[in-house]
């Protein structure tokens, strides 16, 4: 079963004159273990596509259903309960919250979901210690560096039992070093089982996932094929090793 | 690349076999430019003969000749290092020739036309992403290669991107002067003088 499906999903903003079809009709499914990259360019609906997708809003037509359950079925309550448990977000500007340690703020969805804190924080300091940042644990947001923020923020979105991460521009205003490190991490979550889309403009980023779609005024426009192995690149036609 | 520098490059470090430099050459280009024996011992040849390494004996030709960097082959390699390469004048860009050609072509949808060359270089980029991602981890010199390919190929999408969004603001830019003065459409623009622009290097 899917991960997460788009059904004909469409979204108008506003009435009238002011009308804007962010999207219109998008088809699109991400299997569990997979990384699906949206590139577009600005105002293609890379965004709304993402909030929709995490249920953070909902479509004006269309469904969304996640693990195989509609959300236009669910009440608000399970909604955020599926928001709390089921989906991290990652952010391009890492919204971590800045009167807590990097470990409260990995730790915090699932103390929102009624963990106590002492095995909340066990399992934040765990998913800190994957991603290489034990020793930035107590650190206040302020004073990490940026890379180290961005790592604390997607250590927030695989926290706990998350099977669906929602990236908008990951690597944000990251250097490509650390850019790339974020999408390890991002890619050795899906090699977990994790299903995940990442929405960016930059083909660096795009080029980790295992398909990418294009997204054009609204519309899923072209994809790509699954990539071949690197095998291919290896040999220069007319010379032999 | 030089066969010719990194054959000079890998004898700077001490003396060695023809086949060890055939091998040090494969392993320090990441194995993406793969060397044929003949190649090797042809250019060995080459700048024996030019004075810029030298061989122990007048053993044959082949993979156990030993070689060493001659006083003259260490001012060869340190001037070629920091020759900056050609990049100054533009080169014949087949697929910046195509973008244009198709603006003239009727019936050519030009987005669609770039999104068909944008695909394919994001192919092209997973693919070499793929590399880094299975093997670059642990081989320093794959890494740096893998990521001139995709900082290449990035580039080439970024100015597809850079492209279309032009064409889409002079699309925008004749429908608003349209409508403000009805008037004859505008003349199409004269195409650039390809020569002169992308003049042919080789």
Redo the contacts between chains.
Sequence with gaps: MSMLELRDVTKVYGQGVTVVNALGGVNLTVEPGAMVAV?G?SGSGKSTLLTIAGSLEDPTEGEVLIDGAPLSRMSRNAKARLRRRSIGYVFQDFNLLPGLTAVENVALPLELDGISGRRARAAGQRVLDDLGLSERADQFPDQLSGGERQRVAIARAVVGDRHLLLADEPSGALD?VNGEAVM?LV?DACKRGVAAVVVT????L????DR?V?L?DGHI?????P????E?????PG??? | MSVRHALLALLSEGPKYGLQLREEFEARTGEVWPLNVGQVYTTLQRLERDGLIESDDATEMGPQKGFRITVGGAEELAAWLRTPPDLSSPPRDELVMKVLVALRVPGVDVHDLIQVHRRYLVELMQQWTRLKEDEAKFDLSLALVVDAELFRLDSVIRWLDAAEGRLKRAAADRATESTATPAPPPAAAPLPNLRRRTGVRR
């Design positions: 590139m360019p490509s390890r890619h403009h930059d083909a660096k795009a080029s980790w996932a990418v294009f054009r426009v072209d994809q790509t094929a990539p071949a192995g690197p291919s690149l290896l040999t220069i010379q032999s090793q």
